[in-house]
């Protein structure tokens, strides 16, 4: 079945500085997946942060950017200078396609602690 | 600002006990789900609903049943709760045509003693 890895499962960054949180992915599914990433704040649920459905396309919002690298299997999640706001668990996510909510794979998330 | 509404947050139990938990979205959506969120912190999904209509059930245990009033509410009951059932329940919502994006209450945190 398909899969998402995150090996960090949490990062501690200083703020102004900048961040990367790595996110790999095996898709089974005839056909590139749609790629996520989904950010849970403190005291909140999780909420989509930013959505790619084109292979080499790149996705941001927030000041976070992403791109989709099909040939790495990859959607690595970047910013230039953190925040202390940004502190926050952040997943990595896939899917067939837009029609298959059911089939939402997470990745096991990444905590990230902003120093102020 | 919250739109999707879970209660209880935290629930403790004892084995072969009853739970319910209540589920709510404000966004008019007509899909729904419940995943289950383990100690590795891997989440999986449990249900879909749409409109009320089961559409997917992955191969949970018997004991548990979703239940929907209308397509704003969905709930989890848990008949005879088992050690295993300890985990992080998320429920979340989203629109038939874009159902990869998803949006999820805070979670209820059940613990089976």
């Known amino acids: 079945g398909d899969s998402v890895t995150q090996t960090e499962g949490q990062v501690t960054v200083s703020e102004s500085k900048s961040l990367i949180i790595n996110c790999t992915y095996s898709a089974t599914s005839i056909g590139y997946p749609n790629l996520f990433w989904y950010v849970r704040y403190p005291g909140e649920g999780l909420q989509l942060l930013l959505k790619?459905?084109?292979?080499?396309q790149k996705g941001s919002s927030r000041g976070f950017e992403a791109t989709y690298n099909k040939e790495a299997t990859s959607f690595h999640l970047q910013k230039a200078s953190v925040q202390e706001s940004d502190s926050a668990v952040y997943y990595c996510a896939l899917s067939p396609s837009s029609n298959m909510g059911y089939k939402l794979t997470f990745g096991t998330g990444t905590s990230l602690l902003v120093d102020p | 600002e919250t739109a999707v509404f879970q209660t209880p947050n935290y629930h403790v139990t004892q084995v072969g006990n009853e739970v319910s938990f209540n589920c709510k979205q404000t966004?008019?959506?007509?899909?729904m789900y419940w995943y289950k969120q383990d100690s590795k912190k891997l989440l999986k999904i449990m249900f879909s609903?749409?409109?009320?209509?089961?559409?997917v059930n992955e191969t949970v245990p018997r004991r548990f049943s979703p239940q929907s009033s209308d397509k704003a509410h969905l709930n989890l009951r848990i008949k005879s709760v088992e050690p295993e059932d300890s985990a992080v329940y998320l429920c979340?919502?989203?629109?038939?045509?874009?159902?990869?994006?998803?949006?999820f209450g805070p979670g209820t945190r059940l613990l089976v003693l």
């Open positions: 609903y749409n409109n009320k209509q089961l559409i």
């Open positions: 790619v459905i084109t292979a080499g």
């Open positions: 966004l008019g959506h007509d899909t």
């Open positions: 979340a919502s989203s629109s038939w045509e874009n159902q990869d994006t998803q949006y």
